[in-house]
């Protein structure tokens, strides 16, 4: 069986400060691995996946995820955080996109 | 290409009633997924469809609630008799065949139809 944990429902970040969301996995096969972005009443949008290959893989909006086998992670990153990042981020992983709980990120000013 | 649409986006229903919340994949896509979201729960996976078969239904509760994924037309979820705690957003995705051993490389999601039970 996959699974997903996220730790931190909640992350606040300022302005111009890192952005990091944890995301650990457990899968029986080689994963596939995604990032997904919800705003407010929306759906969700893929911000980047890891397949197969390069481990750090990059997506829209800056934001970046490196895939680590060997300590079951896929940890959300972004250099410097804009208040327009303020939205819920989700982990999953395949083969029935299994996501995690999701973790709110708060931008503060 | 239109995206994945669900309709409606918004449906009320009173207890008992019946619920049937409509999914059209993205042209092409041959499977579909129903995830059920609850505030501060995230994304309940719930059924994994492909046309006129159902793959994988484990997050499926096991009375009230059904889907199908017809040759032609949307998929359906289907919720009978519904009670306040059917009250959520319900999501659908759509992805192409999957590929290789990992699974699906990508799903889109529609924009939700959000439950309300009164």
């Known amino acids: 069986a996959q699974s997903v944990t996220q730790l931190g429902s909640h992350v606040s970040v300022s302005e111009g400060a890192l952005v990091l969301l944890r995301c650990n996995y457990s899968?029986?096969?080689?994963?596939?691995l995604f990032w997904y972005v919800q705003y407010p009443n929306q759906g969700l949008q893929l911000l980047l996946k890891?397949?197969?290959?390069?481990?750090l893989v990059k997506g829209i909006n800056g934001f970046e995820a490196e895939f680590k086998k060997s300590e079951t992670s896929f940890h959300l990153t972004k250099p410097s955080a804009h208040m327009s990042d303020a939205a819920e981020y989700f982990c999953a992983v395949s083969e029935r996109i299994i996501f995690g709980k999701g973790t709110r990120l708060h931008i503060l000013p | 290409n239109a995206g994945v649409m669900q309709n409606p986006r918004h449906l009320v229903r009173r207890r008992g009633q019946e619920a049937r919340l409509r999914c059209s994949p993205m042209?092409?896509?041959?499977?579909v997924y129903w995830y059920r979201q609850l505030p501060e729960e995230g994304l309940k996976f719930m059924v994994y469809?492909?046309?006129?078969?159902?793959?994988?239904e484990s997050g499926m509760p096991k009375e009230r609630f059904s889907a199908e994924f017809p040759k032609e037309g949307p998929s359906i979820l289907r919720i009978q008799q519904v009670v306040r705690g059917d009250s959520a957003a319900y999501f659908c995705?759509?992805?192409?065949?999957?590929?290789?051993?990992?699974?699906?490389?990508?799903?889109?999601f529609g924009q939700g139809t959000r439950l309300t039970v009164v």
């Open positions: 890891y397949t197969t290959g390069a481990t």
């Open positions: 469809l492909q046309k006129e078969n159902i793959i994988d």
């Open positions: 899968s029986s096969v080689p994963p596939y």
């Open positions: 042209k092409g896509h041959s499977h």
């Open positions: 995705a759509s992805s192409p065949p999957a590929g290789g051993l990992g699974g699906v490389t990508e799903a889109f």
